[in-house]
């Protein structure tokens, strides 16, 4: 039996600092004050508050400043840019840039951020393949603010949108996006693609139902992960998304959703019509797909820099 390249079926065990495994940071009384401020008041007032909580978080998380910081040489290099952050406390401007996504966020879910302050990119013509026929995947990032995509998904008729998370470890931020009425949308909870899990997901997509899975978060147990070159340098990624396509035979789509002069950019792209692969194959159809992915990721962060909101170390090694 072929048992594929085994530099693409890594079987590794999850670094000290798997990202599933951080505490949460932060706690559920002030993020709801904040989230209450900002209904109440309006951002514009309490942009001082937030700064401060921003502040607060900046210095007292050594690991995270310093996988921002890595990860911002990393884009200048493969860019071959020196303009792409700014010269003064850019590591800062990213811990405010992911604040104002919270915000941005809560406003989605509040009915604030509408269509038409939306700006949508679809070469392809996805969005007309909507309800029509069998459902598709979006695989998505923490590049910009899905969470918009999520609530702008529920102004366009037909779409049924499920996102399969592992959101054990944002409880407090998911209590208040449910305060905000995020809680009407379809969240399901995943660590393992277990059979039934799997025949819930065909019965959806056959109802014409689309799934969103973030194609830049590694498996909690650190198995199922294979190799991408991620600006310059090896990364981990994980193959569920191309197992999934494959397994389910339906077209697989990038989602990125980023904020751009005050106003948001949806890009959706067709990444592939189909994902075949067979057990002696699947090794390397899933490390093609996913490079297609890591690269399409990399071009969508030299267009937004500041808004790859990855906290943890992210690549195979430091070099």
């Known amino acids: 039996m072929a048992q594929g390249n085994p530099e693409n ?16 940071r932060g706690a559920s009384l002030p993020m709801r004050l904040t989230a209450w401020a900002a209904r109440t008041l309006g951002r514009r007032l309490i942009a001082p508050l937030v700064c401060l909580i921003v502040l607060y978080f900046y210095l ?14 990393r884009l200048s290099r493969h860019a071959e840019r020196t303009d792409l952050f700014p010269k003064r406390h850019a590591i800062y401007r990213q811990y405010l840039a992911f604040a104002e996504s919270l915000l941005d966020k809560i406003d989605a879910w509040q009915g604030k951020i509408t269509m038409d302050q939306l700006d949508l990119s679809d070469p392809d013509g996805l969005r007309t393949q909507i309800g029509q026929g069998r459902g598709q995947i979006f695989v998505c990032s923490h590049l910009g603010n899905m ?21 054990k470890n944002a409880v ?6 449910n305060h905000a009425g995020a809680n009407a949308l379809n969240l399901i ?3 393992e693609l277990d059979p039934q899990i799997m025949l819930d997901l065909n019965n959806k997509l056959a109802r014409g139902e689309w799934l969103a899975i ?12 294979t190799s991408v070159q991620f600006l310059g340098a090896a990364a981990h990624l994980p193959q569920g998304p191309w ?10 789509n990038t989602l990125f959703c980023t904020r751009r002069q005050g106003r948001f950019h949806v890009a959706m792209r067709r990444l592939s019509a189909e994902v075949n692969w067979t057990r ?8 093609r797909h996913a490079q297609r992915y890591a690269d399409a990721l990399a071009g969508a962060c030299i267009e937004a820099p500041l808004q790859w909101f990855n906290f943890y170390p992210f690549w195979a090694s430091n070099a």
């Open 189 to 191: 909870q995943v660590s």
């Open 147 to 167: 969470e918009l995509c999520r609530a702008m998904a529920m102004q366009t008729p037909g779409l049924r949108l499920n996102v399969l998370v592992h959101s």
């Open 60 to 73: 007292t998380s050594k690991a995270s400043r310093q996988a921002i910081g890595q990860y911002q040489q």
């Open 172 to 177: 407090l931020f998911n209590q208040v996006l």
């Open 280 to 287: 002696a194959t699947r090794d390397s159809e899933v490390a």
């Open 214 to 225: 973030a194609g830049d978060r590694t498996p909690l147990h650190g198995r199922r992960v």
């Open 9 to 24: 079926r890594m079987s590794v065990q999850p670094p000290p600092e798997h990202w599933s495994r951080r505490p949460e």
């Open 243 to 252: 197992l999934l396509a494959g397994l389910l035979r339906c077209p697989i």
